[in-house]
């Protein structure tokens, strides 16, 4: 059998397990109750907690538990596995000993525990001594088997049905002298009936199950067409014997048999279907060369289709795309290119989504997404408890979308928030957004929740069940989840209720939307999705220009789909809380988007342009290398000395190239560096500009009027200085008298 619950438990580290067989013994030693460790509801290093600094010292990998349900054929309880000294210094005096809490009677207790351990103290058996001495480095398997009734000290004493909770406890002698405790286990064990004593019956009145199963991964496709390519090559291990998706579309298989079928709802991404049916036919891997996986994907695909047929199946976003995060950007048309992704489940899978059906990213919406949703047709979606907060009961609710009914079906929050894991999902390497080490304690505390709802409530609520988006669970820990979810079902605990049922009810209650803040706080950011918005403008405006050569020709359609689905995998749920890989996914789209408008650009001549007059045109060589006609305007830079006239829109046709000339007036002679760039109609630049050199020794019309203007002008002054000049002596002459006898004569000198 197949580790189940690896995990780490070092210095206040927590972990979860799987089978095996010692009894507790006391060992000649008194039960010791030590300080009690920084404890975690998930097995992380004590160095993950804020403000912790305590280095591990053991590492506690266990491998079973068992059994994860108590019933009345059970009579111990055992957990095996190993210990790891991972510390700088020989442990001696390891002992182990299984202790139990009260049993949590009220469901504020479960959800209490389900976020942070709870008091496991009530009951301490003997401690049994697992290794005499462990030195640094070396490791060692132990198993211990506690019975569930018996004698203080040596089992845990569970007289009466409840949900329990547990804690293994290893304690160890340093070498200093001094005892502590090492590591733990915290989690919760319930138990339906006692051996030999009580046991829980039915309800008259059984939970109404409900299953949905999503398979979903992070976006991985890099471009589509004859030869796709992806970023990186782990979708093939995912989809091959012993991953991830692997895993999940065989236990789904799983799922369908037996009384829980009726209850399961498929849940599947379109974008990972498209990425999966194109390495089918072969596919490149980014920098890597030829993909691995095509026989895998396959394989994958055509169980998949097989499985689906006459199933309930819902379209979930196309690409997983964050739906408030481009309500909230105002990106409307990728919010409709979204919910479109039902058209690509029939394509690949041959089977019709529920129609109308979305199943936002965490399962919450705001107003204005809503509404938009609304717009789009959507009359049903899938919300979490939290969306709808402050409203009683767990059946579907009726949403206001504008004036537009939308029926909401509530996803229970405590049994899928166990599954997720209490603690924040960290983004890793391959997307997985479940912690490793937090899986096997959520597989356990989930069906502790489940057992409670459908045991200890027995109110005929409705329970919908739905685990993490990318769910990255044990193999064995998800098999274990449905083989006792069968057996709640089979035992009349719960009634199989399928999907299609309930979004099809009338709902007895209206509901207000709920926007938790920590799902905001997780959104794509901001400065994402205003990149993203300015890219989809280029992309809308550049579509615009372009048009089909003839009707055998290329669609513009077939260009741009593409490119738009690469901005919409930019905004992926899976970027949630990772701006970086929402970047990466943007970085992606707008090379796309530049490779596709620098297809259409000006050709630079070879050789200097000599222009024989001063009004020469400038002869501009474009050329267009895409598939389509394209519609685009000549742009000519201002330049010191040359005077341009607008040209009227060009329309290039598909792969073609155009020699236009650009009339201009030379204003002086000499060299020039003219600036000639493309753009669409609606401004969007088409590939670089170019550098056109120009050589006049011609004077342009402009400058010969400007000379003759400037002539006349000093002509004219030039008279006018004349004509004064004479005008004053005449005036100088006309004041001489004409009778001089009255005029004494000059005198002569004389030497």
Request: hydrophobic fraction near 40%; charged fraction near 20%.
């Amino acid at each position: 059998m197949k580790r189940l619950l690896s995990a780490l438990a070092a210095a206040g580290m927590l972990v979860g397990g799987t089978p095996a067989l010692a009894a507790p013994a006391d060992g000649g030693r008194l039960p010791v109750k030590p300080a009690p460790a920084t404890q975690v509801w998930a097995t992380r290093p004590a160095s993950h907690q804020p403000g912790s600094t305590a280095q591990p010292l053991l590492r506690l990998d266990i491998e079973d538990l068992s059994p994860r349900l108590v019933t009345a054929a059970t009579t111990s309880v055992t957990i095996s596995g190993k210990i790891v000294n991972v510390g700088d210094r020989d442990i001696s005096d390891l002992e182990l000993r299984l202790e139990r809490g009260e049993a949590l009677t009220s469901e504020e207790d479960i959800r209490q525990a389900l976020r942070e351990p709870t008091d496991a103290e009530a009951v301490q058996p003997w401690f049994t001594r697992i290794a005499d001495e462990l030195k640094m480095g070396q490791s060692k398997p132990f198993s211990l088997t506690v019975p569930v009734r018996g004698p203080e000290n040596t089992s845990l004493r569970i007289d009466r049905p409840g949900v329990y909770p547990v804690l293994a406890n290893i304690n160890g002698s340093l070498d200093r002298g001094y005892r502590a405790r090492l590591a733990a286990l915290s989690t919760l064990l319930p138990v339906l009936a006692v051996p030999g004593g009580d046991a829980l019956p039915p309800p008259a009145d059984p939970a109404k199950l409900t299953l949905l199963w999503p398979l979903a991964d992070r976006p991985r496709m890099v471009s589509g067409g004859l030869e796709p390519v992806l970023a990186d090559d782990e979708l093939a291990s995912s989809l091959a014997l012993g991953g991830r998706l692997y895993g999940l579309l065989k236990a789904y298989e799983s799922a369908l048999e037996g009384p829980l079928g009726g209850a399961v709802c498929l849940a599947v991404d379109p974008d990972l279907l498209r990425t999966v049916q194109a390495m089918g036919k072969g596919y490149q891997v980014q920098g890597q060369g030829e993909g691995r996986g095509r026989n895998e994907a396959e394989l994958w695909l055509a169980q998949l289709r097989l499985l689906a047929g006459g199933r309930c199946v819902v379209a979930l976003p196309d690409a997983d795309a964050d739906l408030v995060a481009l309500s909230r950007a105002r990106l409307t048309d990728l919010v409709a290119l979204a919910t479109q992704g039902a058209e690509q489940v029939r394509t690949v899978l041959e089977v019709q989504a529920l129609p109308g059906l979305a199943w936002p990213e965490d399962g919450v919406l705001d107003q204005q997404t809503l509404a938009d949703l609304a717009q789009q047709g959507v009359t049903s979606a899938v919300v979490d408890q939290s969306a709808v907060a402050g409203t009683p009961g767990s059946g579907p609710v009726t949403l206001d979308a504008g004036g537009k009914p939308v029926t909401a079906v509530r996803i229970d929050g405590m049994v899928s928030d166990a599954l997720r894991g209490p603690a924040t999902a960290r983004p890793v390497a391959g997307g997985i957004t479940t912690p490793t080490e937090t899986r096997p304690v959520s597989v356990q505390n989930a069906l502790a929740a489940l057992a409670y709802r459908t045991g200890f409530q027995a109110a005929g609520q409705n329970v919908v069940i739905s685990p993490p988006r990318r769910w990255n669970a044990p193999t064995g820990e998800v098999n274990t989840f449905l083989q006792i979810t069968k057996s709640l079902v089979g035992s009349g605990f719960a009634t199989p209720v399928g999907l299609q049922s309930l979004i099809g009810s009338t709902p007895a209650q209206t509901a207000a939307l709920s926007y938790p803040v920590e799902s905001g706080a997780q959104e794509v950011p901001p400065a994402v999705t205003a990149d993203v918005s300015s890219s989809w403008r280029q992309l809308a405006e550049l579509s615009k220009a372009m048009s089909q050569q003839d009707r055998e020709s290329t669609r513009p359609e077939e260009l741009v789909a593409p490119l738009r689905l690469s901005l919409l995998r930019s905004v992926s749920g899976a970027w949630r809380g990772n701006e970086g890989g929402a970047r990466d996914a943007l970085a992606v789209a707008d090379d796309q988007l530049s490779g596709l408008r620098g297809k259409v650009s000006v050709t630079e001549p070879n050789s200097p342009i000599l222009l024989a007059s001063g009004d020469s045109p400038i002869p501009v060589t474009i050329r267009n290398r895409l598939d389509v006609r394209i519609t685009v305007r000549i742009v000519v830079e201002e330049t010191p000395g040359i005077v341009t006239s607008p040209l009227p829109d060009q329309l290039l046709p598909a792969g073609g190239d155009r020699q236009l000339t650009v009339p201009v007036e030379v204003l002086r002679s000499g060299k020039f560096p003219v600036h000639i760039r493309l753009t669409t109609p609606e401004g969007v630049e088409l590939g670089e500009r170019a550098r056109l050199e120009v050589s006049s020794s011609a004077y342009g019309t402009i400058t010969i009027v400007i000379t003759v203007l400037a002539g006349a002008l000093l002509v004219l002054l030039s008279a006018r200085r004349i004509y004064r000049r004479a005008r004053a002596s005449r005036a100088a002459a006309a004041a001489v008298p004409h009778d001089a006898s009255g005029v004494t004569p000059e005198k002569s000198s004389t030497s």
